[in-house]
């Protein structure tokens, strides 16, 4: 198979775990017999410095012909100019059409001590989470008054932007364990109720999936008490903002976990972690997080065996002990080290 | 000193737990000679039931002109008419001018092990939350249009109604630890940067307090990860239904939580579990969070020996295990029987 990635490495150590991602993806080309041609292109602070855009028009229509884009990191500090990092990554998300984050959660067997909770109660968690990503209150219509006294941010949803995420959701449920949790404030929110109404309605043409409700604060509840519950969990920007990075916590390891937002016709795949500058360029940064987002990547082309092979390596790496300080922090390996290790093992 | 305290017991276990908390209050009372006079009233689904409106005007006119407002729990079941039985709790905290929700995460000692997260991550953990409960997107406008296919909410907030919360958590903080984390998406949204703006501001009446800025989705995993770092947490409404229903994971025991809600002229006292309907008259439900609700009222009103009286009974009932079966699975002791036990103690 031939793939064009474009390799949007972004800021803070971004650049550094995506090297690493790509020599995964280089050493699985040349094992099956792939060719993945990777195309740079600058997003976030460094596009800023460089072109005076968080997402100049090169990087976009790149990413606009392209098979996949692997991304990094942006820089999500808050800074007072309109002209914010972030808003290349918001700003890329509306223009490829990516409604859907997908982040799996799963803990390694040989890291459950690594979690914040007891082994017990996240032993044989496996769930998956589903979230919006091009509607809510981070497009709608937002407002302030010049005095600074007041403001207001719109959210607001149609019933198509509930639909394509909610098949992708049920038909996932499907290949799984066949239950779906749609989390939201149907109690409070006008849009909650809507989600609730589209996917109620939808659910009809999945009928071997159980359909679940969960408020968006007993689910808060729920993904720390007993996450082992959960399947399939689908919601909406905000809430699957919070409550994903919430989830991230059950692994211990932050370091660790892929993500793929999908689109109709484009597909990003991106660490969970963010820019985390004070590790840049130390060679600290744990590559796992990218490399598995490759593997996403090549699952999401149907390339199956090949996303096995990478997570094997990875199940290698870490049963070797062959990683960052963040899970070990007597190691002596970096983020090239493990890196290396897992393209040597491919 | 003489109290007027309305019991607005509700729906579910409320009735049961809130006779406890009488007790609890009777017996101070007695020991310290001081008149606690209540007066029932109804609200939610049981007002709905008996008078069409789930906040009867007598009720409201009873809380408006009352000292204290002792409040048990509403039915919170997302239901399809227009007639939701929390809408008598939403309306009650927009009559009263409640607008800061107030709730304390403090693990007890004895009950570490109840924790789904591990003992040295949650030891010494000791905050509060301050959630902005008169604003934001509960109660801004809503749409939906007939067809079905389109819904909104809107979050507005103005500088007054950030300024009074704040003012009260700072006053706290300066109480305490001296630390404020104000917890927003001012990456994303626009009410967000007023908040960070307004607090900001009002930061410099208080130089002997710490203001620290945390996203959302950052307070998610670091709730979990290393809540020990927190001293006052301050945030708006709905991130602060999410965030102050996880953290009460903390303590493992959802059954002991108490809180606050707190306007210019009214208090409202309430346990932080919901009305659990499968619990109700079967004498299982924990009555410590509305006996600690209780406690947290006689505190308010600078009665603080006789508020101290109420923790130490309530943490001899944990150290002699007189609890109810969510403490203890083994317990032989009901609602009514760790009720009496406390009330005799005091
Ligand atoms: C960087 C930021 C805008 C982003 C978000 O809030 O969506 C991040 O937190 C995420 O979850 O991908
Ligand atoms: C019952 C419901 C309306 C309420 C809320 O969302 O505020 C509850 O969850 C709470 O936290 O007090």
Known sequence: MNLK???????????????????????????????????????????????????????????????????????????????????????????????????????????????????????????????????????????????????????????????????????????????????????????SRLWRKVVTELAEGYPDVILEFLLADAAAMQIIINPKQFDVILTENLFGDILSDEASVITGAIGLLPSASLGSSSALFEPVHGSFPEGKNKNIANPIASILSAAMLLEHFGLHAESLKVFEAVQKAIELNVVTADLNPYSKFGTNEVGDFIANYI
């Not at 884009?69 to 942006?74: E, Y």
């Not at 909770?117 to 407002?143: A, H, Q, V």
């Not at 005095?147 to 949803?157: H, K």
């Open 5 to 191: 990635i474009a390799a949007l490495a972004g800021d803070g150590i971004g650049p550094e775990v995506i090297l690493q991602a790509k020599k995964a993806l280089y050493a699985i080309g040349v094992v099956f017999d792939h060719e993945f041609v990777f195309e740079d292109a600058l997003i976030g602070s460094i596009a800023i410095e460089k072109t005076g855009n968080p997402l100049p028009e090169q990087t976009l229509n790149l990413c606009l012909n392209t098979d996949a884009v692997l991304f990094g990191a942006v820089d999500d500090t808050v800074s007072s100019t309109k002209l914010r990092p972030i808003q290349g990554l918001l700003n890329l998300r509306q223009a490829l059409g990516l409604y859907a984050n997908i982040r799996p959660v799963k803990p390694y067997a040989d890291l459950l001590d690594l979690s914040p909770l007891k082994r017990k109660i996240i032993e044989n968690t496996d769930f998956i989470i589903f979230r919006e990503i091009s509607g809510g209150s981070y497009f709608s219509e937002k407002k302030s008054n010049e005095t600074g006294t007041f403001a207001s941010d719109l959210c607001e949803y149609s019933e198509e932007e509930i639909i394509r995420i909610s098949h992708l959701a049920f038909r996932t449920a499907q290949k799984r364990n066949k239950k779906l949790t749609l989390v939201d404030k149907a109690n409070i929110l006008e849009t």
